[in-house]
């Protein structure tokens, strides 16, 4: 392998991007549940799931107004009919993959927020997605909005947990990073373990970032020599398509956390792929299907479980579609879109007004409610933290919780 310079590896990857895929302490399964036996999570503590869906969720085909003759006049081939969607009240339904969703709207446990975007809405897939995960929208930062609530609540490392190989800019905080929790582990290359101790070797010339970044080279060397008969064991079978395993079995993982009463408070997960320009009925269809496939499940397992009715899991996407399909039977970038809140805690129903489909701005939807004031009140209610930290002031609770 080349030789690398060690300083100037280490400025690389302490950048923005660099801590958002590399920083943060790597933990295994039966380190988790060791620390449920040594300091278990009070049972009355509120758990915090996020599930990013990336690409930008077409949100008039998941929440559809069906009575709505601009919804059909708009998206002539691609609209569901009335006889298909699951009628939530008459005029709004549920896209048809969304069955246990509309089990959980039953249950008075589904609260689902309309039109939540942010002012001067972006169509970028990126700084749509930057400026959700930061809560930031007028000024970029480095540090995102579950990073913010980890620098001011303690020094946990296990306070968040990301599910996956790469820390999501929501996670990374000026001081503190979540953790990151994978079911497997991808061993070494042969020559890396020989790169990574040069690498982490102390040097008193290193910023905090850079000592963070060295760190985590020797914490994944450390586990990869360790844990690998424990991370190599497959988890059990799901039921969710092939499209939707990886989430079902995040979520499986998170399940089992939240089970053994681990002292942690937030878990990440994401499926992505919603960037539907064409062909978007089956496609997305096919995504939904993922969706509440892996959702249901968990759902259940939170449902019967004293830690698990403390689970708020909130689903997001960066940006809804425009309402107009385009010419290739599918949707392009658009503005606001429904958030869906779920679990025990939760007061079912509709909240925030339902944007216009004729009145809007740009062929968009205008924004009714501002997504800072969703954070506002998971911070408050289910994380039991002052919001203003990771959301600023003048943020308002919406009553879900």
Known sequence: MPEMNRRTFLIASAGAAGLAAAAGAAVTLPQMFERAQQQPLPTDTGILVILT???????????????DNAYYDARTDLAFGPETVIDLDGTVGLNPALTGLASAWRNDNLAIIRGVGYPKQDRSHFRSMD????????????????????????????????????????????????????????????????????????????????????????????????????????????????????????????AQ??????????????LGGFDTHANERGDQQKLLTALDGAITPFLKQMRNSAYGRQVVTMIYSEFGRRVAANATQGTDH???????????????????????????????????????DVYHELLDQTLGTDPEPSVGPGRRAIGFL
Request: with cysteine; charged share 20%.
């Open 257 to 270: 956390c939240v089970r053994a009463g681990v002292p942690t408070k937030v878990y990440m997960v994401s």
């Open 131 to 254: 400026i959700w995960q930061t809560a930031s929208p007028d000024d970029p930062t480095a540090s995102g909005w579950i990073g913010r609530w980890l620098d001011s609540s303690g020094d946990d490392p296990l306070r968040a947990v990301n599910i996956g190989t790469v820390l999501p800019p929501m996670a990374v905080g000026q001081k503190c990073t979540a953790a990151g929790l994978s079911a497997t582990i991808p061993r070494l290359p042969g020559d890396m373990p020989g790169v990574l101790e040069a690498m982490s070797a102390p040097d008193p010339l290193d910023t905090p970032a850079m000592a963070a970044v060295r760190a985590d080279y020797r914490a994944y060397r450390t586990i990869d020599d360790t844990f690998r008969t424990f991370t190599d064991r497959p988890l059990p079978p799901t039921a969710a398509t092939d499209l939707g395993k990886q989430l079902a079995d995040d979520l499986e993982l998170v």
């Open 53 to 67: 869906l990336y690409g930008g969720n077409d949100g008039l085909n998941t929440v559809i107004p069906f009575t």
């Open 334 to 372: 658009g503005t606001s879109g429904p958030v869906l809140i779920l679990g025990e805690s939760v007061r079912g129903g509709f909240y925030g007004d339902a944007p216009s489909l004729t009145d809007l701005r740009d062929g968009d939807l205008k924004t009714t409610t501002d997504f800072r």
